[in-house]
């Protein structure tokens, strides 16, 4: 079984079968709605879907700890390894690579891609997301920062669990996730990014009803606890 805890906002942490550590979007220290600090993980790799604070906040001090190998595209992978010597597997859109755990994908998102970290002016890049096949029924879809898009419907068939933003305002909201879990068709969707700050603050339970028979909705609270 795989292991997903929700760390909060759009932290999450995945422990693959073989015992792989991944940690999804670190961003702890400032994050209002969880006490977990990057004293707190382990990991063997590190996924960064793109470069806003609230999905890098704590990369740095992750990696330096940790040893991770850094799973990110091009340019983010680039700025760890020549600003701060870290381990890194590049990637970039429609591109996927082997690990030991299972296969990574970068899939498409539509958000910016500023990355906020000292002296990234010259890597700026786009925004991703993750398609992570840990095997047969473990087909783990994370969206990061997305609005709706009609290339979600190429994951048809291709994805077990999908993590979708519902927040609004900077990704897609409630009735455009519900769309998107139309379009590909998961057994379980996991809501994010919302009720972290007023500006995102959602009635999940208006999302859990909208869903309704089309998939299985986990809500997660902070240190919540998901395998699959």
Request: net charge negative.
């Amino acid at each position: 079984m795989a292991t997903l805890t929700f760390i909060g906002h759009s932290t999450f942490t995945l422990q693959a079968d073989d015992g792989a550590k991944l940690v999804i979007d670190p961003f702890l220290t400032d994050n209002p709605v969880t006490e977990v600090t990057p004293e707190d993980l382990e990991a063997d790799f590190i996924l960064v879907t793109h470069g806003h604070h609230d999905h890098v906040g704590d990369l740095i001090p992750l990696a330096s700890q940790t040893g991770a190998t850094i799973i990110a595209s091009y340019e983010i992978a680039s700025y760890m390894e020549q600003k701060h010597g870290c381990t890194v597997s590049p990637h970039h859109i429609g591109g996927g690579v082997s690990y030991p755990f299972g296969y990574v994908k970068m899939t498409s998102a539509l958000h910016g891609g500023k990355l906020d970290l000292p002296g990234a002016e010259g890597f700026t890049t786009v925004p991703g997301a993750f398609l992570i096949d840990l095997g047969e029924g473990q087909r783990f879809y994370y969206a990061g920062d997305t609005g709706l898009s009609i290339e979600m419907q190429l994951l048809k068939g291709k994805v077990d669990v999908a993590a979708l933003p519902i927040g609004d305002r900077f990704t897609m909201g409630p009735g455009d996730a519900v769309t998107a879990v139309e379009f590909i068709e998961p057994s379980v969707v996991i809501p994010f990014h919302y009720d972290t700050w007023p500006e995102i603050e959602q009635d999940v339970s208006a999302f859990v009803d909208a869903v309704g028979g089309l998939a299985d909705v986990q809500v997660m609270q902070p240190g919540a606890v998901f395998e699959f």
